[in-house]
């Protein structure tokens, strides 16, 4: 298991799970924070059924992904949300070059991963990144004696009906290094909740079957009345955008 390494080889071990491309490919799809049928992973690598089920089951041996079976299926997801900690930081690791984009279909999709996605169970992206400023900016999250939730935070998110009672393990609040921004949004329980809420009250909807979300009308408003958050009507995310995002903010 990832959780047990301890040495060179184990570290090895590990890295060796995602050296593979399939490999790779499942778990970047399964950071949306949902649970995959091994279909649904071979559609996506473009793989074979059973190619994917090889790959699946290294990967469940590893301790990468853990499963259940429903019916006839089984359903994969990231071990943890510690595994998905550590398929992020990977994925943000600066590369020689980026990949060339060769048609519009891929540029909008691109676009759409870098405006606005689900990171495991929290948001990134530039959204990601703007409501971390703007907890910051509104006296919401402080980084005084380490990253935590201000008392005004812990009301602002009650007031949304967010109570975060039995944290367990995981941190209340973590920074996340987004690979897009260069910056960190929130993770930790708060960034799920947060996350969590903005699905349910209707303020982002996914796009397709991806990680990408895209913000609704009444996303825009929310996030204006609730953050002070102006959302890019263009959705670049360009480092502008980004900048007129914390100066609202900042203005509340």
Known sequence: MIGGMDGAEDLAAWAGLLADRTRASFCLALLDGRAWTVGELAKHAGVAISTASEH???????GLLAQRR????RYLQLASPQVAVL???VASTPRRAAPVVTTLAAAHKRQ???F??????????????AVADALAGNGFVTRTRGLALTSRGIAWLGSLGVFLDGAGRRPVLRECLDWTERRSHLAGVAGAEICRHAFEA????????GRAVKVTAAGEEAFAEQLGIVIDPAGTGSPGAAHAVLAAARRR
């Open 202 to 209: 209707g303020w982002i909807v996914r796009i397709g079957s």
């Open 116 to 129: 606005a996605r689900t990171c495991y169970d929290h948001l990134a992206g530039y959204l990601g990144v």
């Open 70 to 73: 429903q019916g006839r299926h």
């Open 87 to 89: 398929i992020e930081t």
């Open 56 to 62: 699946a089951d290294r990967l469940v041996r590893g």
């Open 112 to 114: 759409n991963l870098a």
